[in-house]
């Protein structure tokens, strides 16, 4: 004679069998496999960005900055029509939302130090303001990245390099997919 309780789970045991089916099936194969050459086409279309930098210098730069950072697919930051890639930063209390300007960037997925890295540079008319390093996250089965992380590599002193970003010495930021 069956008991109530081993009728229930006599009942629920397929159940949950084919419940754990779903859910381990494919979980064990990456949408791509480790060592995978990713290429400039895995940044395609426009991330919202935050940026925080920490500086200690007796005149500290503590700045926080959101925005937009626009790519092509092939290896140039969009900033066309205005104010595709832009964004507003405070520093040390003080915001400010400035024009684009003649502003351009360039970046390559080098996959270099590691799998899915890369640089990118932004320039003030021809002069170089500020290069990062990133590296992609989120790259989907298409080889999309919906998003990268990234840190200030070099910032260069010039008037015209407007940015207050560009006074700090340490910043890092996060991008996420917004989309085409």
């Known amino acids: 004679m069956q008991t109530h309780c081993g009728r229930i789970l006599k009942m629920i ?3 949950a069998a084919a419940i754990m089916l779903l859910l381990t099936a494919g979980a064990g194969a990456p949408a791509f496999a480790i060592g995978t050459t990713y290429t400039n086409a895995a940044l395609l279309g426009c991330y919202s960005h935050r940026i925080v930098s920490v500086d200690t210098q007796t005149a500290a730069n503590n700045t926080a900055q959101v ?25 040390n209390g003080a ?28 320039y003030v008319g021809t002069s170089l303001c500020e290069v990062h390093e990133f590296s992609l996250n989120s790259v989907d089965t298409n080889g999309l990245a919906h ?4 840190i200030l590599l070099q910032a260069y002193p010039y008037p015209h390099c407007a940015n207050p970003l560009a006074k ?8 996420t997919y917004q989309g085409p």
């Not at 300007?101 to 932004?122: A, L, R």
């Open 67 to 91: 925005g937009t950072f626009c790519f092509d697919g092939a290896g140039t930051l969009v900033y066309t029509p205005s104010n595709l890639t832009g964004g507003c930063s405070n520093v």
């Open 147 to 150: 998003g990268f992380d990234f």
């Open 168 to 175: 700090a010495k340490v910043k890092s930021g996060v991008a």
């Open 13 to 15: 045991a397929p159940l």
């Open 95 to 122: 915001w400010n939302c400035p024009g684009v300007g003649p502003h351009s960037g360039t970046y390559t997925v080098t996959n270099s130090p590691g799998d899915g890295m890369g640089t990118f540079s932004i």
